[in-house]
C-alpha cells in the first residue's frame, strides 16, 4: 500500500491527451513539491517533471504537471506510442520524514 | 558525462549481508546529496535512503531501519549502502540517484542502471 496513490492504469490512443492523477495528504502533497518519473521497460526511472510543473531540458513539452492542495496530475499529449511506461509520482513526507513513492501507473498506448 | 555505476547484488541466504556500492563519475559527487531506491520484480519504485554531502546526515525507510546503512568516501567517489539481516522481501533491483543540486529534495536527475540483490535459500 504507497502513501501516494495512483491509478494501477491508464489508456489511449495516439494523438490523444491522457491525465494521471496522484493523490496524498498534508503531510506529502499539501506541504512539498511533487515530481515525476517515467520508466521504460527494462529501464532506470527518468526524471520526467520536477518541482510540480518543471520540465528538465529534453523532455518534449507535451508532458506537464499539476498540483492542487493534495493532489498532483500528470498530463500527456498529443500521446506517442513510445511514451507507452510506467509513471510514479513522488514526494517529501514531513510526518514519515523520508520519501514515498506512488503505487505508479502503467500507461498503454492503444 | 555524468555516470552512476552500481555493483555488489547477488544472490545472499536470508539473515545475511551484502554490501552495494554506485561509482559515481562526471560531475563533482562531494556536492550532491545521494538516494538508494529498490524495487521488486513486478513492482513499484520504493525509497530505501539517503544521505547528505558530506555524510553527516543520513534518513532511512521504516522497513529497513537498524538493518541497512548508507555512507559515502567523497575521496572515492563512491556511495554505499551495508545490508545486513537480508530478508527474502528485501529481493529488489536497488538503484542509487544523485538528487538535483538545489531545489526539490525528491528530484533525482540522474540514475544508475541497478543491480539486483536477492535473497533466498
Known amino acids: 500500500q504507497s502513501v501516494l496513490t495512483q491509478p494501477p492504469s491508464a489508456s489511449g490512443t495516439p494523438g490523444q491527451r491522457v491525465t494521471i492523477s496522484c493523490s496524498g495528504s498534508s503531510s506529502n502533497i499539501g506541504s512539498n513539491t511533487v515530481n515525476w518519473y517515467q520508466q521504460l521497460p527494462g529501464t532506470a526511472p527518468k526524471l520526467l517533471i520536477y518541482?510540480?510543473?518543471e520540465r528538465p531540458s529534453g523532455v518534449p513539452d507535451r508532458f506537464s504537471g499539476s498540483k492542487s492542495g493534495t493532489s498532483a496530475s500528470l498530463a500527456i499529449s498529443g500521446l506517442q506510442s513510445e511514451d507507452e511506461a510506467d509513471y510514479y509520482c513522488v514526494a517529501w513526507d514531513d510526518s514519515l520524514n523520508g520519501v514515498v513513492f506512488g503505487g505508479g501507473t502503467k500507461l498503454t498506448v492503444l | 558525462e555524468v555516470q552512476l555505476v552500481e555493483s555488489g547484488g547477488g544472490l545472499v541466504q536470508p539473515g545475511g549481508s551484502l554490501r552495494l556500492s554506485c561509482a559515481a563519475s562526471g560531475f563533482t559527487s562531494s556536492s550532491y546529496w545521494m538516494h538508494w531506491v529498490r524495487q521488486a520484480p513486478g513492482k513499484g519504485l520504493v525509497w530505501v535512503s539517503r544521505i547528505n554531502s558530506d555524510g553527516s546526515i543520513t534518513t532511512y525507510a521504516d522497513s529497513v531501519k537498524g538493518r541497512f546503512t548508507i555512507s559515502r568516501d567523497n575521496a572515492k567517489n563512491t556511495l554505499y549502502l551495508q545490508m545486513n539481516s537480508l530478508r527474502a522481501e528485501d529481493t529488489a533491483v536497488y538503484y542509487c540517484?544523485?538528487?538535483?543540486?538545489?531545489?526539490?529534495?525528491?528530484?533525482?536527475?540522474?540514475w544508475g542502471q541497478g543491480t539486483l540483490v536477492t535473497a533466498s535459500s
Open positions: 540517484a544523485r538528487r538535483v543540486y538545489s531545489g526539490s529534495s525528491t528530484a533525482f536527475d540522474y
Open positions: 518541482s510540480n510543473n
